[in-house]
């Protein structure tokens, strides 16, 4: 069997979908029955690396809104290179352009088609455009829907990450929809990461609690709604620690150069050591409504972290009363209770409750296996691979 990704993400920094693509190749090592696998990313530069089974292509795109995130514009040379590798089945991990290579790629061989849907691009666009009024919120929301439903109903397959996607999705016309979750790496992302001279270097106190944010830092994620709530908060009793990359990158590092009690960490590109920052701290907090899944919040359950998220996200389907609580939606009020109530549960007790519930259900190898059975159940259908646009 050969697959072949094309995705969207930038090798410099974090985001789902790269931790997603870093895990599959990783899980492909293993695999007897994966004979090639080829990796299509947007980048600055063309470039072939050549890892085991996987053939990483880069080709060169231009630059998005994102720092180190390119879009494809040469679809007809990526459809060249992905027809030239012969893949038995596509799987697309962008809801831009790259879509359209599949389509493009696959109008003289029919192959199953499977696209995933990692980001809410619908309800991302309509929250950055917010400020801009109702009207013109809803007519963009409206206009990327359109787009997306048009991609979407031409997969083979679709994957979602959480339910709520799928209404949205059926309403859109596409009913070919399959749920699976996103994984961790159990092995990495543990609580024996902790480290004991973590609090001492960011002179941080013992009876202090703190918060955790690691994701990407731009508009969508919310991080303005956290840092309100945090604000809420007794003062001095939380210490806010910020992780990631991204175009609000300066606007949260100026935040916690004027804030004592927030700290800004950079991006961590090792994900031993910002295993050590989940497994070090006390609270991890995902302020977004939008996120599909919330990768980063698996991570920090299986490094032994409760998680305070949004009652109107994906995160909301892996957080269960156990391993952490759920805030209404913009209420940085009720975000604030929660992260006090949070974080007032008994802390080592709670490590082991959290790494379970992560290692039960969400190991890679255990995400992948299914991914893999419903490839081979789509090359064995004969199915015809999209429909023509």
Same mark, same amino acid.
């Given at each position: 069997?050969?697959?072949?990704?094309?995705?969207?993400?930038?090798?410099?920094?974090?985001?789902?979908?790269?931790?997603?693509?870093?895990?599959?190749?990783?899980?492909?090592?293993?695999?007897?029955?994966?004979?090639?696998?080829?990796?299509?990313?947007?980048?600055?530069?063309?470039?072939?690396?050549?890892?085991?089974?996987?053939?990483?292509?880069?080709? @060169?795109?231009?630059?998005?809104?994102?720092?180190?995130?390119?879009?494809?514009?040469?679809?007809?040379?990526?459809?060249?290179?992905?027809?030239?590798?012969?893949?038995?089945?596509?799987?697309?991990?962008? !809801?831009?352009?790259?879509?359209?290579?599949?389509?493009?790629?696959?109008?003289?061989?029919?192959?199953?088609?499977?696209?995933?849907?990692?980001?809410?691009?619908?309800?991302?666009?309509?929250?950055?455009?917010?400020?801009?009024?109702?009207? =013109?919120?809803?007519?963009?929301?409206?206009?990327?829907?359109?787009?997306?439903? =048009?991609?979407? @109903?031409?997969?083979?397959?679709?994957?979602? =990450?959480?339910?709520?996607?799928? @209404?949205?999705?059926?309403?859109?016309?596409?009913?070919?929809? !399959?749920?699976?979750?996103?994984?961790?790496?159990?092995?990495?992302?543990?609580?024996? /990461?902790?480290?004991?001279?973590? @609090? *001492?270097?960011?002179?941080?106190?013992?009876? !202090? +609690?703190?918060?955790?944010?690691?994701?990407?830092?731009?508009?969508?994620?919310?991080?303005?709604?956290?840092?309100?709530?945090?604000? +809420?908060?007794?003062?001095?009793?939380?210490?806010?620690?910020?992780?990631?990359?991204?175009?609000?990158?300066?606007?949260?590092?100026?935040?916690?150069?004027?804030?004592?009690?927030?700290?800004?960490?950079?991006?961590?590109?090792?994900?031993?050591?910002?295993?050590?920052?989940?497994?070090?701290?006390?609270?991890?907090?995902?302020?977004?409504?939008?996120?599909?899944?919330?990768?980063?919040?698996?991570?920090?359950?299986?490094?032994? =972290?409760?998680?305070?998220?949004?009652?109107?996200?994906?995160?909301?389907?892996?957080?269960?009363?156990?391993?952490?609580?759920?805030?209404?939606?913009?209420?940085?009020?009720?975000?604030?209770?929660?992260?006090?109530?949070?974080? !007032?549960?008994?802390?080592?007790?709670? /490590?082991?409750?959290?790494?379970?519930?992560?290692? *039960?259900?969400?190991?890679?190898?255990?995400?992948?296996?299914?991914?893999?059975?419903?490839?081979? *159940?789509?090359?064995?259908?004969?199915?015809?691979?999209?429909?023509?646009?």
């Amino acid at each position: 069997m050969t697959i072949c990704d094309l995705a969207l993400y930038s090798p410099e920094t974090s985001s789902g979908v790269r931790t997603y693509i870093e895990n599959r190749i990783r899980y492909i090592r293993s695999r007897s029955d994966v004979e090639k696998h080829v990796v299509i990313v947007p980048g600055t530069e063309d470039q072939v690396v050549v890892q085991h089974r996987t053939k990483l292509i880069t080709v @060169r795109g231009i630059p998005s809104f994102y720092p180190g995130v390119s879009l494809a514009i040469n679809i007809g040379r990526i459809a060249e290179i992905v027809e030239r590798e012969a893949p038995d089945v596509i799987e697309v991990n962008c !809801q831009y352009t790259l879509p359209w290579v599949a389509f493009l790629a696959t109008r003289r061989r029919r192959i199953p088609v499977v696209g995933v849907y990692h980001t809410d691009v619908p309800a991302c666009a309509r929250h950055m455009v917010e400020r801009a009024g109702l009207p =013109l919120s809803n007519l963009v929301e409206k206009i990327v829907d359109a787009y997306v439903g =048009l991609v979407y @109903r031409h997969f083979t397959l679709t994957i979602v =990450l959480n339910d709520g996607v799928i @209404r949205r999705l059926n309403r859109l016309g596409v009913d070919r929809i !399959q749920r699976l979750p996103c994984g961790v790496d159990i092995e990495i992302f543990n609580p024996e /990461r902790i480290d004991l001279d973590f @609090r *001492k270097r960011l002179s941080i106190r013992s009876d !202090q +609690k703190i918060l955790l944010y690691v994701g990407r830092l731009s508009a969508e994620k919310e991080i303005d709604l956290l840092l309100e709530s945090h604000s +809420k908060l007794p003062p001095g009793e939380f210490v806010l620690l910020i992780a990631g990359d991204g175009p609000d990158k300066e606007a949260i590092e100026r935040y916690a150069d004027s804030h004592i009690s927030v700290r800004y960490l950079g991006h961590f590109d090792s994900p031993s050591e910002l295993a050590s920052v989940y497994a070090s701290s006390d609270v991890f907090v995902i302020p977004s409504r939008h996120e599909t899944f919330g990768m980063a919040a698996l991570e920090a359950l299986a490094c032994g =972290l409760p998680v305070v998220a949004i009652d109107e996200s994906g995160t909301a389907s892996i957080v269960g009363p156990e391993v952490g609580v759920l805030a209404h939606a913009g209420d940085t009020g009720d975000m604030a209770c929660k992260i006090r109530e949070v974080s !007032q549960w008994p802390r080592d007790k709670l /490590r082991d409750i959290c790494r379970a519930f992560a290692a *039960k259900s969400y190991s890679w190898d255990a995400v992948f296996h299914e991914y893999f059975d419903i490839y081979r *159940k789509l090359i064995g259908t004969g199915l015809p691979s999209i429909g023509r646009p």
